[in-house]
């Protein structure tokens, strides 16, 4: 059966848990090299035993996506190691959760949260086009969030998750004649880690949440890995600077504030 990235190269950033953790084993078994760049190494390297375990094929390289000297090494090592580079999902992301509210808000806060999620994400897609063209064309998926189509009361988050929209449709549209396809994922409620503290916190939230999505239920890391390998494969040839909503159809409804 034929796979739908095979012989492709990934980098995933943010890819030691989560949803890029779900996407890595993903890509794996959908026959890409994947490279792990993540911040934490021994979650990394266990991400990297799991896939090479099974037969994939993947390193790490250990990647703060908010300096610039580390993004640039992430691309050089992929290059070194595999050749090329086709594809990558810019997922790694500071949670709205951490960022503090409008009268709370700090310098220092504000820079942490737009240097990782808006400008890091801007530094993946500096070094990685680059790559891409020399390889001949290639795709990119960034990590949006519901919170970057909707308002939220936590402003540097929302800011930078909107921000990476914008940056989404500036790529795609300046480098849509080179064959770079760069789209965004706007996950909704997604069981990640950082999830899973929340409800240990107040496990009300877990039902709240519940209670406001369509479909009934959060959805789990694996249903972002799947959009994300779909928006990087053959498969949506034609389909470049969107935003796809992986919500369960929470934003196709009229809510109360929610964050």
């Given amino acids: 059966m034929s796979r739908r990235l095979e012989e492709k190269v990934a980098i995933i950033t943010g890819a030691s848990s989560g949803m890029g953790k779900s996407t890595a084993f993903q890509f794996a078994r959908e026959g890409a090299k994947v490279v792990i760049a993540a911040r934490r190494e021994q979650e990394s390297l266990e991400v990297v035993k799991e896939i090479t375990h099974n037969g994939g094929k993947a390193i790490f390289v250990q990647t703060?996506?908010?300096?610039?000297?580390?993004?640039?090494?992430?691309?050089?090592?992929?290059?070194?190691?595999?050749?090329?580079?086709?594809?990558?999902?810019?997922?790694?992301?500071?949670?709205?959760?951490?960022?503090?509210?409008?009268?709370?808000?700090?310098?220092?806060?504000?820079?942490?949260?737009?240097?990782?999620?808006?400008?890091?994400?801007?530094?993946?897609?500096?070094?990685?086009?680059?790559?891409?063209?020399?390889?001949?064309?290639?795709?990119?998926?960034?990590?949006?969030?519901?919170?970057?189509?909707?308002?939220?009361?936590?402003?540097?988050?929302?800011?930078s998750k909107h921000g990476v929209i914008g940056l989404t449709r500036s790529a795609a549209v300046t480098f849509g004649d080179q064959?770079?396809?760069?789209?965004?994922?706007?996950?909704?409620?997604?069981?990640?880690?950082?999830?899973?503290?929340?409800?240990?916190l107040d496990p009300s939230l877990r039902d709240k949440y519940g209670s406001v999505i369509p479909m009934g239920a959060l959805g789990g890391p694996e249903t972002i890995a799947e959009a994300v390998t779909w928006l990087s494969s053959d498969e949506s040839s034609y389909i470049t600077g969107q935003t796809i909503t992986v919500d369960g159809g929470v934003l196709a409804q009229m809510l109360p504030k929610m964050t």
Avoid at 179 to 200: H, L, Q
């Fill in 64 to 159: 703060d996506v908010a300096k610039w000297a580390d993004v640039e090494n992430m691309v050089q090592a992929t290059l070194i190691k595999y050749g090329q580079l086709d594809c990558a999902f810019n997922n790694a992301g500071l949670s709205g959760r951490l960022t503090g509210d409008w009268l709370g808000l700090t310098e220092e806060l504000w820079d942490q949260t737009a240097d990782v999620n808006l400008k890091g994400v801007w530094m993946c897609m500096r070094h990685q086009i680059p790559a891409m063209l020399e390889s001949g064309g290639g795709t990119i998926v960034n990590n949006s969030s519901l919170l970057g189509m909707r308002g939220s009361d936590s402003a540097p988050y929302a800011a």
């Fill in 179 to 200: 064959n770079i396809r760069v789209n965004t994922i706007a996950p909704g409620f997604i069981t990640t880690p950082i999830m899973e503290a929340r409800f240990d």
